[in-house]
C-alpha cells in the first residue's frame, strides 16, 4: 500500500512539474508557424507583438489589439495553407498582414514577409499626403514598391545630407562620368561600372583617388587647410603651401627635416570640385571641415585589378562669416552649422582623421563670438546613442535631461518599467575638459520626414535647451531605442518562420521631458517656421528650409 501511494506521488509530481514547464515556457512566434498555414502565421505574428512590442501603453488602451485578432483570424483562416506558387493569394494574404499592423505607432517598424516590406509610418504618411486614397488602396500602393516610391514625399528621398552637400554647397561628390581614352588613361586604377551607352554614376574620381587599397578610409577636408596636409610621427600636422602636385607627391622634400608618417588628415580642397565647378562652402563659412567616410574594396574586371570605393558617411561643420559676401542663402554670422547622414561616429571617433574632424567642430563650438548653432538633421535616420556624447557633450557641464524612457519586464503588454530619465553626459576626456557655452545661445534643428531615431532624439535635445527650436519639416515619429534581441530584452527584433524573416521594433519607449511621446505622431516644427520642400528650387540651390533655420537664429538672438 505504501508502495502504491509512493508510486501515485512521484507522478503526481511528475506531471505538476511537466505543466508546470509546459505553462511557463514561452512558445517563439517562429514555432507556431511552422504547421504552413496562413491562420497559425498571423497567430506567430500577433503573439510575437503581443509579447515583445513596447509601445502598447500607447496602442492598447481599450484592447485594440485582441479586436485584431478578432477581426483577422477569419480572414486568414480562409485563405487556407500558404503556397507561394499560388501569386494572387500570396499577395492578398500578404497584404492582409501589413493590414493588421498598420496602425501600430512604432516608427522604426517594419516588418519583411514574402520578400515585401511594409512599414505603418509609410502608410501613415501616404494616407497623409493622399486623403482620397482607401486604406485598402494605399495597402496596394506600398505592395508596389515602385508607385510607392512615387507617392511619397519627395523629402524622403531627395533631401539629406549628400544632396544638400551636392545641391546647396556645389559639392560633386558624386558625378555622371563618360568613358573616353583620356579618362581611362587617367582614372584607369578606379572602378567604375559603365552602362551600355559608356556613362555612370559614381564617386568623384578626385575623391576617389585618395583612399588607400582596401579597407576604411576617413577623409577630410577643411578651408584652414586649403592645400592639404602631412602628418609626422610626433603627430605634428604639416600644411602644403600651394596646390603643387609634385610638392604633394613628395612631402619630405616638401618638409625637409620632418619625419613623415602619412598623408593627411586633410586632403586638397581642389578635391571638391569637377571638371571647373567649384564648391559653395567659402561663400558661407568663415572656417569650415567636411569628413567622408569611404569604404574601399578591391574589385575585378576584364582589365585586372581595381578600386571599388563607396560612400558610406558624411560630415560637415563649419561657422558662418561676419559679413553676407556672396552666400547662396541670407545667413547669421558667427552661425555654427552641423550636418552628418547618421549617428556612426562612435566606432570611428579614436581614429586621428575622425578625432581631428571631432575637435574642428568642437571648435566652432567653443567660439566665443557664435551667435548661435544650426543642427541639420534632414534624411538623418540615427545611428549609435553613444554619439549623442560625442558629438554635444562639450555642451554640457552636467548630465543634462533630454527625455524618459520605458523597457519591457517581462512578456505581458503593460509589463513595463517606470520612466527613467535619458540624459547627454559631460564628455570631458574627449575634449580636454573645455565645454561650450553654445548651449544657453540659440540652437535650431532642421528636420524633414525622413528624421528618425537619434535625429528626433537630436530634437528632443534641442526642444530641452533654454533657447532651442525646430524648423523645416515634421518629422517621422521613430523615436524607439534600438537593440539586443527578444531574449535579452523582453521585446525588440523577431521572426515568425520562414516567411516573414524580420519584424523590425525597437525596445526601449521614450518621452520628452515633458513626458509626452512623439511615436508615431513626429515632431512638429515651431510655429512659423514650417517650410515645405520644394524640389524644383532646391535642385536649383534654393535651400529654403536653411534659409529658415538662419531666420529663426536672427528672431532668436
Not at 11 to 24: A, D, E, G, K, W
Not at 149 to 157: G, S
Not at 485 to 510: A, E, H, M, Q, R
Request: glycine fraction near 8%; hydrophobic fraction near 35%.
Amino acid at each position: 500500500m505504501k508502495k502504491h501511494k509512493l508510486t501515485l506521488l512521484i507522478i503526481t509530481m511528475l506531471v505538476f512539474l511537466l505543466c508546470s514547464c509546459s505553462q511557463n515556457s514561452p512558445v517563439l512566434p517562429s514555432d507556431m508557424a511552422m504547421s504552413g498555414t496562413w491562420e497559425d502565421l498571423f497567430k506567430g505574428l500577433w503573439t510575437g507583438l503581443s509579447d515583445n512590442y513596447v509601445f502598447w501603453d500607447l496602442d492598447d488602451a481599450n484592447g485594440e489589439w485582441d479586436k485584431v485578432y478578432e477581426e483577422f483570424i477569419p480572414k486568414f483562416r480562409e485563405l487556407g495553407n500558404i503556397d507561394t506558387s499560388d501569386r494572387v493569394a500570396t499577395k492578398k494574404g500578404t497584404i492582409l498582414l501589413f493590414d493588421s499592423v498598420k496602425n501600430l505607432s512604432d516608427g522604426h517598424f517594419k516588418m519583411d514577409a514574402f520578400g515585401y516590406s511594409f512599414s505603418p509610418s509609410e502608410y501613415r504618411i501616404l494616407k497623409k499626403e493622399h486623403p482620397e486614397l482607401s486604406d485598402q488602396e494605399v495597402l496596394e500602393i506600398i505592395y508596389d514598391y515602385y508607385e510607392k516610391f512615387d507617392r511619397l514625399p519627395a523629402d524622403m528621398f531627395y533631401e539629406d545630407s549628400k544632396s544638400i552637400m551636392e545641391n546647396t554647397f556645389s559639392i560633386p561628390l558624386t558625378t555622371t562620368l563618360v568613358k573616353t581614352d583620356d579618362f581611362i588613361a587617367k582614372y584607369g586604377s578606379l572602378y567604375f561600372k559603365w552602362d551600355e551607352s559608356g556613362k555612370c554614376n559614381a564617386l568623384n574620381p578626385k575623391i576617389q583617388l585618395r583612399t588607400p587599397a582596401y579597407g576604411e578610409a576617413i577623409m577630410l577636408y577643411s578651408s584652414s587647410h586649403k592645400f592639404g596636409s602631412v602628418t609626422t610621427y610626433d603627430g605634428e600636422i604639416l600644411d602644403f603651401t600651394s596646390d603643387d602636385v609634385e610638392a604633394y607627391k613628395h612631402p619630405e622634400v616638401s618638409f625637409p627635416g620632418k619625419a613623415i608618417y602619412s598623408y593627411g588628415p586633410y586632403y586638397p580642397v581642389s578635391d571638391l570640385s569637377w571638371e571647373g565647378e567649384e564648391q559653395k562652402l567659402d561663400s558661407l563659412f568663415s572656417d569650415w571641415t567636411l569628413c567622408l567616410v569611404l569604404s574601399v574594396s578591391p574589385e575585378y574586371d576584364q582589365t585586372g585589378y581595381k578600386k571599388g570605393v563607396n560612400l558610406k558617411m558624411l560630415a560637415l561643420s563649419g561657422i558662418t562669416k561676419e559679413t553676407d559676401g556672396r552666400a547662396m542663402v541670407d545667413y547669421t554670422a558667427n552661425t555654427v552649422y552641423f550636418i552628418s547622414s547618421g549617428f556612426n561616429f562612435l566606432p570611428l571617433k579614436d581614429q586621428a582623421e575622425m578625432k581631428q574632424f571631432l575637435m574642428d567642430f568642437h571648435k566652432f563650438k567653443m567660439n566665443e563670438n557664435a551667435a548661435g548653432m544650426i543642427l541639420d538633421m534632414r534624411g538623418n535616420g540615427g545611428g549609435y546613442n553613444a554619439d549623442r556624447e560625442i558629438l554635444f557633450g562639450d555642451m554640457f557641464r552636467e548630465p543634462h535631461l533630454i527625455g524618459y524612457q520605458k523597457n519591457k519586464t517581462g512578456a505581458g503588454r503593460l509589463d513595463l518599467t517606470q520612466e527613467f530619465p535619458l540624459y547627454i553626459y559631460p564628455e570631458a576626456d574627449f575634449y580636454g575638459n573645455e565645454f561650450s557655452d553654445i548651449a544657453s545661445k540659440p540652437v535650431v534643428v532642421i528636420t524633414n520626414t525622413a528624421t528618425a531615431s537619434n535625429g528626433e532624439i537630436t530634437v528632443l535635445m534641442v526642444n530641452s535647451l533654454p533657447n532651442g527650436g525646430q524648423t523645416g519639416g515634421v518629422t517621422i515619429g521613430a523615436n524607439g531605442t534600438l537593440a539586443g534581441d527578444i531574449l535579452t530584452y523582453n521585446s525588440g527584433k523577431f521572426s515568425v518562420g520562414k516567411y516573414i524573416t524580420s519584424v523590425y521594433t525597437p525596445y526601449g519607449n521614450i518621452r520628452d521631458t515633458n513626458h509626452v511621446s512623439y511615436e508615431g505622431k513626429g515632431l512638429t516644427p515651431d510655429k512659423g517656421y514650417e517650410e515645405n520642400f520644394n524640389s524644383v528650387d532646391f535642385f536649383a540651390g534654393t535651400d529654403s528650409r536653411l534659409g529658415k533655420a538662419f531666420e529663426w537664429i536672427k528672431d532668436h538672438r
